[in-house]
């Protein structure tokens, strides 16, 4: 695997479970060293398709490349060293510090298995504490954490991983609007390429390169931000009433939200 930030290909790709289809024939890209957004309503398979990528589960059909290699092929270390899954509820429940549940991170980079108190704590650790803001933290205890804290350490072990390619499910799920702009910056900055399920379609339009909107279990549509973030769009896939501007100092777009459309036509014929 090349170090560069590779692009994702997911092709096709079907899940099943518990009786139901949930991912259905999916295909759309994430561009190599971008943020693509996933975004449509709650049950639309983004946790879905994140965690087939991120090989948690295995498609019954399709096949999800990273740069020309298909996921399947590649070994576990090399899969662990290549991409960063950073879960909604990652949780442990072992009694572990924020130090070590970093240093986790960097298992797949050393010579075997070692235990985390094995590792010692390299430049590498105090590194991804800083870039994640919490080297106050590093002592802690998981279990003591607010579940921002939470949130920031799992990125900061993500990236002790040193991933050409993160995946990340809501990361600005328990975040204040100050962290959750700061996190996504940081995440810009490090330049890999990034898949983010988001529920913020403002955040997703300040943030993202790239969307792809699912509706029970399809993609609907995917491309350019600025292509893809439209009043139709927003009221076709979440019942939205809203306009979509180009913000006045970046350019970018930027939803306003009305109400949803049912409650908009109610008001007009009340
Ligand atoms: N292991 C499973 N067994 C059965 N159904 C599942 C399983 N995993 C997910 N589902 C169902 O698949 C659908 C998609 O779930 P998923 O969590 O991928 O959606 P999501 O878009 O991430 O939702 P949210 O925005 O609410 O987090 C949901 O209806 C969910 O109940």
């Known amino acids: ?40 309503p709650n049950g639309s398979g983004k946790t879905s398709l994140l965690s087939t990528i991120g090989r948690l589960v295995r498609p019954d059909s399709g096949r999800v490349l990273i740069g020309d290699v298909p996921a399947t092929a590649m ?28 240093e986790l991170g960097a298992i797949p980079h050393r010579g075997g298995w070692a235990r985390p108190s094995a590792l010692g704590t390299g430049g590498l650790v105090t590194d991804c504490l800083t870039t994640a803001g919490i080297t106050e933290l590093r002592h802690r205890l998981w279990q003591s954490l607010s579940g921002g804290e939470k949130q920031k350490t799992q990125l900061a072990r993500a990236f002790a991983q040193r991933p050409c390619v993160l995946l990340l499910d809501e990361p600005t799920n328990h975040l204040d609007v100050s962290a959750s702009l700061e996190l996504l910056e940081l995440i810009l900055a490090r330049g890999l390429t990034t898949v983010a399920a988001m529920h913020d379609l403002n955040l997703a339009a300040m943030y993202c390169d790239h969307l792809v909107v699912l509706r029970g279990g399809r993609v609907v549509t995917e491309g350019p931000t600025e292509s893809v973030l439209t009043t139709e769009l927003l009221a076709d896939v979440y019942g939205l009433d809203a306009l979509v501007q180009s913000h006045p100092r970046t350019g970018r777009p930027m939803v306003v939200l009305c109400g949803t459309v049912d409650a908009t036509t109610e008001r007009s014929f009340s």
């Not at 950073?86 to 572990?96: C, G, I, W, Y």
Request: include cysteine; glycine fraction near 8%; charge should be negative.
């Open 75 to 102: 070994h576990r270390r090399e899969f662990a060293r290549t991409v960063a899954l950073v879960e909604q509820h990652s949780a442990t429940e072992l009694d572990l510090t924020v130090e070590q549940i970093v």
């Open 1 to 40: 695997m090349t170090h560069h930030s590779p692009e994702i290909r997911v092709e096709d790709l079907t899940w099943s479970a518990g009786g139901h289809r949930i991912l259905d024939r999916v295909s759309c890209t994430a561009p190599a060293g971008r943020v693509t957004g996933l975004i449509g």
